[in-house]
T-cell receptor, first 116, second 112 residues
Framework: GENVEQHPSTLSVQEGDSAVIKCTYS??????FPWYKQELGKGPQLIID?????GEKKDQRIAVTLNKTAKHFSLHITETQPEDSAVYFCAASRGVSGGGADGLTFGKGTHLIIQP | EAQVTQNPRYLITVTGKKLTVTCSQN?????MSWYRQDPGLGLRQIYYSMNVEVTDKGDVPEGYKVSRKEKRNFPLILESPSPNQTSLYFCASSLFGTDTQYFGPGTRLTVL
């Protein structure tokens, strides 16, 4: 099955600086790569996702890049703000080829700390 | 408001006492799933359902049961809970043909 590795487990950055979280996956058939943000006491919330036919996607201060050959994808947050502090999870799946049957395989999470 | 709800949010129980965690979504989603979250392990899928009366095992199904009698509800059943099922549980749903999964707020279960 799929295996997703995520690094680092903890990341502390100064407010206003950029943060980068990296993930690798093992299943070459995976084609859907979402990123979730989990705040304390809440469920994971999708913040951005990318499919394997796209190399990069951006949404305001957040961007995701995908390298299919190397099987890795990264989350980039620019101009970090205190409200960006949370745990971030990457995930991978084979997508809707099975009608959505393929569950998400998650990385172990990155605790992002924004220092004022 | 479109949402996934879970009940209870917190539960402390004892070994062997059957319990059910409910999950309900109001988005008319076909696909529903249960995950457990443990420190250092991330989220792992327990069971999923592609539609009413259609369920299948995820990565860690042992000790759990599910049912899908109605489209909006997907309860998780622990018939004889054990301490190793102490965890944070999340229900999620998605629309057939899409990949985006929407998560509930979580249920923190402690089995003594």
């Amino acid at each position: 099955g799929e295996n997703v590795e995520q690094h680092p487990s903890t990341l502390s950055v100064q407010e206003g600086d950029s943060a980068v979280i990296k993930c690798t996956y093992s299943d070459s058939a995976s084609n859907y790569f979402p990123w979730y943000k989990q705040e304390l006491g809440k469920g994971p919330q999708l913040i951005i996702d990318i499919r394997s036919n796209v190399g990069e996607k951006k949404d305001q201060r957040i961007a995701v890049t995908l390298n299919k050959t190397a099987k890795h994808f990264s989350l980039h947050i620019t101009e970090t703000q205190p409200e960006d502090s949370a745990v971030y999870f990457c995930a991978a799946s084979r997508g809707v080829s099975g009608g959505g049957a393929d569950g998400l395989t998650f990385g172990k999470g990155t605790h992002l700390i924004i220092q004022p | 408001e479109a949402q996934v709800t879970q009940n209870p949010r917190y539960l402390i129980t004892v070994t062997g006492k059957k319990l059910t965690v409910t999950c309900s979504q109001n988005m008319n989603h076909e696909y529903m799933s249960w995950y457990r979250q443990d420190p250092g392990l991330g989220l792992r899928q327990i069971y999923y359902s592609m539609n009413v009366e259609v369920t299948d095992k995820g990565d860690v199904p042992e000790g759990y049961k599910v049912s899908r009698k109605e489209k909006r509800n997907f309860p998780l059943i622990l018939e004889s809970p054990s301490p190793n099922q102490t965890s944070l549980y999340f229900c999620a749903s998605s629309l057939f043909g899409t990949d985006t999964q929407y998560f509930g707020p979580g249920t923190r279960l402690t089995v003594l």
